[in-house]
Each structure stands twice: as structure tokens, then as C-alpha cells.
């Protein structure tokens, strides 16, 4: 089997998941004695090619086009798709970055193929390749396999391989660069500059220790007995996205992929399922405790300790309880 | 502007999922409720349709229940509604989704067509740009704003880590709404009572059929996920549970 990572590069830098995404292909390539080959896409890559031919790779593609500077999905679509159809993989591989998810599904359509998105691992069931991916936002998970002919497809969430582990090669892999042309026409959108909102007033990526409220908090004003147990750690407040959203806390209190990546020595999170998109942004943490009624929400699976309950019966008598410790120690 | 937004139906977030006896799917018998990135998504459209006059028309594809969702959306303004209603759309791929979708639509010209970033059941993330394809559209992913503009729409995306972006687009175009675009709105009673006489056009599985293909992807097992780290279970009464915890927080997390 033929298998392809296309690795994701942004603003001059490679994307450090695209390291995650060559680990997998490299794995996918031992278990099915398959080759593995690489390509980076933009203006100007060979620089990253070059990076990326030191991993152990067969073969690494830069795919050029001054039209493929700033990135569009119709420009990325166009490119790949043309290569694709030359170079013929059976499997491509990607990170699932925002930037693929906004054209891989695009890039299947039109190669007559579908992707199994946002996938956590791969296993072999026979013959058959399955590869795992989250439903109901962590509560299950599902063994997913191809029904149609190549080529197939897959993304994978950030985090599922460990970047560290892709191996390097013998001698550097080869470069072959492909100049491909976007004609006239083929791209629609016009992207401006991509920009950061107002400098943010509040940095929790220094914060020791976090209480994080989510949606399980209910109503607004109950964010103060959130901010009770804050104060009384000693600590930051944060939030999952819903609460910033709903405008309860400002967006600076976000914690997750579109938020604050923080790794406090404590992340106190109440009321939070766990979806991955939070995740991402608090994993680093040192220690986790959850508070959560439902025993089953996904963030019981990162938590160092678990509290099976209803935050609004715990917290009080844990802010007692901890300015009762704090007033002892002074 | 004439818009479309695309609905989904999931179990309501709260629900206990239990697996069917295959073991490839929930057992239908949970609450649902409208996908939450959807229902913002049905917000701006109605915002735009405030400001710019036009039509708003809501379609989803599933199960009689799943009429619920297209009710809701009549209720809050969407002015008709268009329901692809099967049991089998349940487990339809996303490439099949957008196809149904797609051949529901033909007879329709909608300036713009508005989904959801992802559904909160398969997480797929796929049924909007598919659709933008299958339909020759331009499309733009995770919007967090839409500006009319002289050529077309000038929309926000966001990016990771608190990054964002604009970009003009020409219209038609598909665009997938991410959750906190606005404040939602709530349905009215006056709304509700409207809703009743709105249309909604039901169309049968077998009107599209001849544009669908077999899935292109197939669950072959859903699982409760297994755990990987150890967990320490902190367990008795609220108080129990408040000095067992500050226990842990001193001698083993040192915070205190
Ligand atoms: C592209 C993208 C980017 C995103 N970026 C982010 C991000 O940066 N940060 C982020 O957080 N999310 C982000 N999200 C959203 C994410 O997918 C989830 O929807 C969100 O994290 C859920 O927040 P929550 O856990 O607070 O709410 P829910 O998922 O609704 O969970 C609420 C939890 O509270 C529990 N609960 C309810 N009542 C109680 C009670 N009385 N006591 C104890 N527990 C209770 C429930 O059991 C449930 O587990 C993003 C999504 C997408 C698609």
C-alpha cells in the first residue's frame, strides 16, 4: 500500500502535529508493508521538504504554486487533487488542523473519495484497516473502515501519535519538486491577513493553579461560587468555550483550541464534559481533578481524581474546607 | 438573500447513550434536541435576513422526530422548511448526507447555504464543504461573522489559538457557522403559533434516491471508549468529598 502524509506548514513554520501525523504513517506503513511517502504544499517549500526528508520517508513531494501563497481550500483542492491522481497513494494522511478541515472534505468529494475525520488510531482487523475516531464528543468511540475504492482519506486529532516518536531515516529521503499551476479562476476566496483580536487582559498560561467552569454550572450568577473556590486556591478562574460564549466570562478565560493552552500545577474543572477541543488546551496540567455528575463524561479519562457529583452540593464545603487548611497554615 | 440552513437533530447533550444490539449505533430511544453549532447557524441566518431582507429556509434530513428541529426553526422565523424524512438518513455517511441534500435543493437557487461547523454525534466536520463541492460553491469553515459586501460576503474565520481571518467571498457561497457567532434567540409564542401554518415539504427517500450512492465509509463497532489513565475516584458525602480532596491537595498536589 501506498501512503501519503501531506504535512501542514503556516506563516513560515511547519506545524509541529504534522511531526504526530508522519509518527502514524510510519506506523501504518510497518503493520501493512506499505511505503511511505511525504508532500508539502505552498509557495516556497522546499525548505520544509528538506526538514522533512530527514524523517524516514521514501520520498518527499514539494507541491509549488505562488497561487498556493495565502492559503484557499479551492487552490490547496486544485494541486493536491492533481497530484493525487498522478501519484496515486491509496491512503493520504493529515493532521486535523483547522486548515484541513476546512478542505480535505472538499479534496475527497472531488477525487470520488470520502475521509474518516478527526481519528484517534488506526488497528488492523485482518485485512482490514479500521481506524478509531470520537463520537458524541468523547462519550463513545467507533471502529470506522472504507467501503469504497481509494483513495481513501484519514485526519488525525492532535495528540493521537506522538511527534517524537517519527523516525529518522538512514539518509535524507529524496525531494522531487512538482510545480503545479493554479489557473485563473479556480480561486474564489480572497483571505486577508491573518490577525490575533486585541491584545488579551488576562494571561492564565503562567497560572499554578485553574478552577474552569463549563456548561454544568447552569445560570450565570452561579460562576461565583466558581470564583469562591478560585480565590480560596489562591487561584485563576477559566472557562469552556459555551460559558465564554453565552458572554458569562470574558473570551480571555477560555480555555481550549480556540482559547488559552495552559499547564497549571492544578486544573480544578467543574461541570466540564470534556470535549477534545478543551482538552487540548488544559492536558499539560500537572494534576487534574473533575467534578462532574454524569460518571461517564470524557473528562474522567484525563482526570487524576474524579468526583462522580453535583458541583453545587461540593464546592461549598470544599471552599470551607480549604480555607480551613490555608488558615491553618498561617 | 435567499438562505438555506442545514439542521441536524443529536441526542440532547445531557442524554445517558445507551448502544443498539449490533453494537453499531445509540438506541433511538433518548431526547433530542437541535445540534448546537446548527442553531447558531439558523441565529445568523435570521440576522441576516433582518438586515438584508430575502428568505430563510430550514432542511434537515431523519426520522419523523426529527421534524421537531424544522418546528423549532419556523417557530424563531425561518420561513418554510424542507424535511428529507427516513429512518435510513440516520446513518447515512456525510458524503450521502450532502447528496441528498443537494438533490432536495436542485430546483432552488439560495444565495447563501449555512451549516453547522460539526454535528455533536458524529463529529464529522464534512457535510457543509461537501455540499459547497457538489454544488460548485466557494465555502469558508468555522465563521465567526458575515458582512454583505459589494461583490459578495466578507466573512471572519477563526483560526487556532485565538487567531483569526477575513475573507471576501462571491456568492453563492457555503459557509459553516461556529458556535458563539451571536446570542440565540428564543422562539416566541406568537412565533410558535406561526410556525403551524408555515410550509414544511416533505421529501421521501426515494425522490433522491437516484442522486445517492452507498456510504463511502462504514462504523463497523461503537465502543465505550477504555480508560487509559488511572483515576483516583474521590467518593462519600459532600463533606467527605471536600476533606478527602483538600487532603490530596496538600500532601500530593502540594498547593496548599
Ligand atoms: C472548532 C472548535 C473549536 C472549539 N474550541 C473550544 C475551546 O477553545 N474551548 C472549549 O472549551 N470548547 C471548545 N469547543 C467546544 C467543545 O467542542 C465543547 O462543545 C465544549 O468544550 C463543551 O463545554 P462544556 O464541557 O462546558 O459543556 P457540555 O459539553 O455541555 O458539558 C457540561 C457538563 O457538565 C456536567 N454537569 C451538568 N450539571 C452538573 C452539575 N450540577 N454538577 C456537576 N456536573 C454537571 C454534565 O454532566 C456535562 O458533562 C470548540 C469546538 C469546535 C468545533
Redesign the interface.
Known amino acids: 500500500m501506498k501512503i501519503l502524509v501531506v504535512v501542514e506548514q503556516r506563516e513560515g513554520k511547519l506545524n509541529r502535529v504534522s511531526w504526530e501525523t508522519i509518527a502514524a504513517g510510519q506506523a501504518l506503513a510497518a503493520d501493512t508493508g506499505g511505503t511511505l511517502e511525504a508532500a508539502v504544499v505552498g509557495a516556497g517549500v522546499s525548505g520544509y521538504a528538506a526538514e522533512i526528508a530527514a524523517k524516514k520517508l521514501a520520498k518527499v513531494y514539494a507541491i509549488e504554486s505562488a497561487g498556493l501563497e495565502p492559503y484557499t481550500?479551492?487552490a490547496f483542492v486544485h494541486a493536491l487533487k492533481g497530484f493525487i491522481a498522478t501519484n496515486q497513494p491509496a491512503l493520504v494522511m493529515m493532521p486535523h488542523?483547522?486548515q484541513v478541515?476546512?478542505?480535505?472534505?472538499?479534496l475527497?468529494?472531488?477525487a470520488g473519495?470520502?475521509?474518516?475525520?478527526?481519528c484517534i488510531g488506526y488497528k488492523k482487523?485482518g485485512d482490514k484497516l479500521?481506524f478509531t475516531?470520537?463520537?458524541?464528543?468523547?462519550?463513545?468511540?467507533?471502529?470506522?473502515?472504507?467501503?469504497?475504492a481509494g483513495p481513501w482519506f484519514v485526519t488525525f486529532q492532535n495528540g493521537a501519535f506522538r511527534g517524537d516518536k517519527a523516525e529518522a531515516g538512514a539518509a535524507a529521503a529524496p525531494v522531487e519538486v512538482v510545480n503545479v499551476e493554479i489557473p485563473a479562476g479556480v480561486v474564489?476566496?480572497?483571505?486577508?491577513?491573518?490577525?490575533?483580536?486585541a491584545k488579551?487582559a488576562v494571561d492564565l498560561t503562567q497560572a499554578?493553579?485553574i478552577v474552569a467552569v463549563g456548561?454544568g454550572i447552569k445560570e450565570e450568577k452561579n460562576i461565583a461560587i466558581a470564583k469562591a473556590l478560585a480565590e480560596a486556591?489562591g487561584g485563576d478562574l477559566a472557562a469552556s468555550?459555551?460559558i465564554?460564549?453565552?458572554?458569562w466570562l470574558p473570551m480571555d478565560r477560555q480555555i481550549g483550541?480556540?482559547?488559552?493552552?495552559v499547564a497549571p500545577?492544578?486544573y480544578l474543572a467543574l461541570g466540564i464534559?470534556g470535549a477534545i477541543q478543551h482538552i487540548v488546551g488544559m492536558k499539560g496540567a500537572?494534576?487534574i481533578?473533575a467534578v462532574n455528575k454524569?460518571a461517564?463524561a470524557?473528562i474522567?479519562?484525563?482526570?487524576?481524581?474524579?468526583?462522580?457529583?453535583n458541583l453545587f452540593?461540593?464546592v461549598?464545603?470544599?471552599i470551607?474546607?480549604?480555607k480551613?487548611?490555608?488558615a491553618a497554615?498561617s | 438573500m435567499k438562505i438555506l440552513v442545514c439542521i441536524k437533530q443529536v441526542?440532547q447533550?445531557?442524554a445517558?447513550?445507551k448502544?443498539n444490539e449490533t453494537g453499531t449505533w445509540?438506541r433511538e430511544d433518548v431526547s433530542y434536541e437541535i445540534n448546537e453549532p446548527d442553531a447558531y447557524a439558523l441565529e445568523e441566518a435570521l440576522r441576516q435576513k433582518e438586515k438584508h431582507g430575502g428568505e430563510v429556509v430550514a432542511i434537515t434530513s431523519g426520522p419523523a422526530r426529527s421534524q421537531q428541529v424544522l418546528r423549532e426553526a419556523l417557530a424563531k422565523g425561518a420561513d418554510r422548511a424542507i424535511h428529507l424524512e427516513d429512518n435510513a438518513f440516520v446513518g447515512f455517511?456525510?458524503?450521502n448526507t450532502?447528496r441528498a441534500f443537494a438533490a432536495a435543493i436542485k430546483d432552488e437557487q439560495f444565495d447563501l447555504i449555512f451549516t453547522g461547523l460539526q454535528s455533536?454525534?458524529?463529529?464529522?466536520?464534512?457535510?457543509g464543504?461537501?455540499l459547497?463541492?457538489?454544488l460548485g460553491h466557494?465555502?469558508?469553515?468555522?465563521i465567526m461573522q458575515i458582512e454583505k459586501s459589494d461583490s459578495g460576503i466578507r466573512v471572519k474565520r477563526?483560526?487556532?489559538?485565538?487567531?483569526?481571518?477575513?475573507?471576501?467571498?462571491?456568492l453563492p457561497a457555503v459557509l459553516t457557522i461556529q458556535?458563539?457567532i451571536s446570542?440565540l434567540r428564543y422562539a416566541t409564542l406568537i412565533g410558535i403559533k406561526q410556525a403551524k401554518n408555515k410550509p414544511l415539504r416533505k421529501v421521501a427517500l426515494a425522490e433522491v434516491q437516484s442522486a445517492l450512492s452507498?456510504?463511502?465509509?462504514?462504523?463497523?463497532?461503537?465502543?465505550?471508549?477504555q480508560?487509559?489513565?488511572k483515576?483516583?475516584?474521590?467518593?462519600g458525602s459532600?463533606?467527605e468529598?471536600?476533606?478527602k480532596?483538600?487532603e490530596?491537595?496538600?500532601n500530593?498536589?502540594?498547593?496548599?
Open positions: 481550500p479551492d488542523t483547522y478541515r476546512d478542505f480535505v472534505p472538499k475527497a468529494t472531488a473519495s470520502t475521509c474518516i475525520s478527526d482487523d479500521l475516531r470520537q463520537m458524541f464528543q468523547g462519550k463513545l468511540a467507533a471502529d470506522v473502515s472504507f467501503t469504497g474564489r476566496n480572497q483571505p486577508h491577513e491573518v490577525f490575533k483580536e488579551q499554578e493553579i456548561r486556591l468555550r459555551p465564554c460564549d453565552n458572554g483550541s480556540s482559547g488559552q493552552t500545577k492544578l464534559s500537572r494534576t481533578i454524569d461517564e470524557p474522567f479519562e484525563i482526570a487524576d481524581y474524579a468526583v462522580v457529583g452540593d461540593i461549598p464545603p470544599l470551607e474546607e480549604v480551613k487548611a490555608k497554615n | 441526542p447533550k445531557d445517558p447513550l448502544l445509540i455517511d456525510a458524503y450532502a455533536d454525534d458524529y463529529g464529522y466536520a464534512q457535510t464543504v461537501i459547497a463541492e457538489l466557494p465555502h469558508a469553515t468555522i477563526e483560526l487556532e489559538a485565538g487567531y483569526f481571518q477575513f475573507v471576501d467571498m462571491p458556535s458563539g446570542k452507498d456510504n463511502l465509509q462504514k462504523i463497523e463497532r461503537l465502543y465505550v471508549p480508560k487509559t489513565k483515576t483516583e475516584i474521590i467518593d459532600p463533606n468529598i471536600a476533606k480532596l483538600v490530596r491537595l496538600r500530593e498536589v502540594r498547593v496548599l
